[in-house]
Structures are given as structure tokens and as C-alpha cells.
């Protein structure tokens, strides 16, 4: 059993950052694939970032990619993701998630955060 706590939100300015953090449970944490998901007033859930057990390789969606940056740390069982350049569209709630067989489809994740919330007005 793998536990998810998320922190880190907030509400940031248009151009600004956040930086979240997952704490996670569980002696296998280095054999997790960790992602991180949103879901925006109103929409569906959807992919942000995920990364591999060792932290060697990370996925991004693309209205990300070159503003988040997904990382993790083994040894205190965390996974961050810092979010810079911030924009109005990456208002959401963010959930941490941990699979153990995927990559970036929810339906793979086995394990779930609270979720944070990101509000990014000016």
C-alpha cells in the first residue's frame, strides 16, 4: 500500500512559480513510476508529468514541457514538480499518483493523492 500527500499549492501570479511536493508511504518507492495529474474547473483529469523509478527519464505534456520540471528523491520517498512561467490554463487541482505497470494514462496509476490546488490570476 503506497500513501500519497501533496502540498505545495497555491495561487501564483501569471508568470510566476509553485513548486509541489508529494510525500509517499511504502519501502517500494523507488519502483514507482510517479505522475503528476490536473484537473481544471470543469474538465477532465489529465496527464502532466511522470517520471521512472530511478528518476533517469521524465514525460511531459506539451503545454508543459520547458516550464515544469518533474523530479524525485528516493531517499526521503518525495517527488516534486516545480512549475515556473506560470499561466491562468495550469489552474487546476494537482494529484500526485504512483503506478507500478504505466506511464501517463490515469487508468494505469494505482495509487492517488488528496490533490493540491493551483490558482495562477493576477
Known amino acids: 500500500q503506497v500513501q500519497l500527500v501533496e502540498s505545495g499549492g497555491g495561487v501564483a501570479q501569471p508568470g510566476g512559480s509553485l513548486r509541489l511536493s508529494c510525500a509517499a508511504s511504502?519501502?517500494?518507492?523507488?519502483?514507482?513510476?510517479m505522475g503528476w495529474f490536473r484537473q481544471a474547473p470543469g474538465k477532465e483529469r489529465e496527464f502532466v508529468a511522470a517520471?521512472?523509478?530511478?528518476?533517469?527519464?521524465?514525460y511531459y505534456r506539451d503545454s508543459v514541457k520547458g516550464r515544469f520540471t518533474m523530479s524525485r528523491d528516493n531517499a526521503k520517498n518525495m517527488v516534486y514538480l516545480q512549475m515556473n512561467s506560470l499561466k491562468p490554463e495550469d489552474t487546476a487541482v494537482y494529484y500526485c499518483?504512483?503506478?507500478?505497470?504505466?506511464?501517463?494514462?490515469?487508468?494505469?496509476?494505482?495509487?492517488w493523492g488528496q490533490g493540491t490546488h493551483v490558482t495562477v490570476s493576477s
Open positions: 499518483a504512483a503506478s507500478s505497470r504505466g506511464w501517463t494514462l490515469q487508468m494505469e496509476y494505482d495509487y
Open positions: 511504502g519501502r517500494t518507492f523507488s519502483r514507482l513510476i
Open positions: 517520471i521512472t523509478g530511478t528518476g533517469g527519464r521524465s
